[in-house]
């Protein structure tokens, strides 16, 4: 195991679209996602994406804890790896929220998302798993999801006055102008 460098938004890995995983079953995937998992919890993040850790391929792994899903009012994940994951919006309702980004270290910004998705992906046995989300769950698989098609968060905000600092966050925050604010998300 190990922990791997994180690119940092700018990195021509974070622009491109990742390759699918031919055999999600490759011990090198397997590898991958263990050295993921330190770099993870050691950064600490919500969920990280592989070509955060310069490795152009669609392997996403994320955990909502119970403690951060309380506070996001929604429902705890466990550890989740996905491979080859693919995300539906299940209605056209979006919200607004918080988000950071390992690879944008030192920002946060509110960010639309889908409220409401289904989502599907391969296990590390080749198995297809396919869950519902809403709300901070369904936020989180976004974002990650967003990183293997070459996107991070600020591509995705209307406002960009409410992409700030976390440390000028203590003199609080910013309102949307006129969008109710539902989560705080960090993935
Ligand atoms: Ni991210």
Redesign the pocket.
């Known amino acids: 195991m190990a922990i791997l460098k994180i690119a940092k938004m700018g990195n021509p890995v974070l622009r491109h679209r990742a390759d699918e995983v031919p055999d999600p079953t490759a011990p090198e995937v397997r590898r991958l996602v263990e050295d993921m998992l330190e770099t993870m919890h050691d950064a600490p993040g919500t ?1 990280l ?1 592989a070509p ?1 850790v310069h490795v152009p391929l669609r392997v996403v792994i994320f955990e909502v804890a119970e403690g951060r899903a309380q506070r996001e009012g929604g429902e705890a994940v466990p550890l989740t790896v996905m491979v080859n994951p693919v995300i539906e919006p299940l209605d056209d309702a979006t919200s607004l929220g918080w988000e950071g ?3 944008v270290p030192g920002l946060a910004g509110m960010v639309p998302r889908h409220d409401h998705i289904r989502y599907r992906f391969q296990t590390l046995d080749g198995d297809w798993v396919e869950r519902e989300a809403k709300g901070f769950h369904a936020r989180v698989v976004q ?2 999801c967003d ?1 293997l098609d070459g996107m991070l ?1 600020p591509q995705r905000m209307d406002d960009l006055s409410l992409l700030v600092f976390t440390e000028e966050l203590k003199h609080g925050a910013p309102q949307p102008r006129n969008a109710a604010v539902k989560e705080e998300a960090a ?1």
Do not use: F, I, P
Request: aromatic share 10%; net charge negative.
């Open positions: 969920g994406a955060q980004c390992l690879s974002h990650e990183h968060y993935s």
